[in-house]
């Protein structure tokens, strides 16, 4: 599997990928242009879903998400069987998951394979990237004395070495409500880099009391914030979220990485359904 990753990372994927975005290189406004500095000197970037797109956009996505967070709690009420989750993170209730068809059609799709959201994630990463995963959460509040699972946890995301989730928080989210937190400089490249270390197939969920011993988690940055909270994060640095104790979380979140991905290789969560041509070449490459 390692081999694997660092054949496509080098060559096979992630060569012609990266000279598609070197010949031509997107012009980034200055909203962007931060985003990308900061997601280079911090690993995440924090601003409002407004500075990067107009009301209307706004708009519906919240209309997408009202209509999820009803289909969501009439299926918690009445037909738990109807939810859509993953053995063993049950918390977290999904829009989508795997295997949908998606299109423009749909608010957050739309907005995710954006040129806006795709100039930053490619320069980021200095290469096309694949949007790899589509979604919205609701996070289902769990027993203040429940023990945090899976993602709840610190860890680092396998897919990548370097790759850009996005996450809007679509209500207020407060302690209570599972906010996303960070360690700064743990993302491949900073200074906590060495703390098991990011490698395809890692160790990436030490235990918590051992890496908390080894990296201060009062230097975590704990995103509590208003709705449309607009978050960018490399998660391939420590991250965990979701332990929500008090109210629902609901956020959308998209994953952007490179080709060589060990998750794009082999999956994506959607196929796309529109014709290829609505879509420019970057947007095309991204989905499909
Ligand atoms: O739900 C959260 O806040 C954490 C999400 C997470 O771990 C991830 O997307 O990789």
Redesign the pocket.
Known sequence: MRATYSLHDRVLSNRSSRRRFAHDRPTLDAVQQRIVSELESDGYSLLQFSELFPEETWEALQAQERRFVEETETALATNREALRVHAGKEF?VRQHSYDVELGTDDTWFALSSSRRMLDIANTYLGLWSKLEYVDL?Y?VPQPLEADRVS??RW?R?FNDRRLM?A?VYLVDVDEGT????YMPGSAPGGPHDDAWPWRPLGENYPPESELESRIDPNGARIFTGPKGTLLFCN?AGF????FATSKP?V?A?A?YSSPASLASLSDRSYTYTGSSDELDPVARFAVT
């Open positions: 977290v959460w996070s993602s709840q860890h995301d989730k996450f599972g906010p996303f937190q998660t991250h965990r979220g979701g979380r956020l979140t994953t």
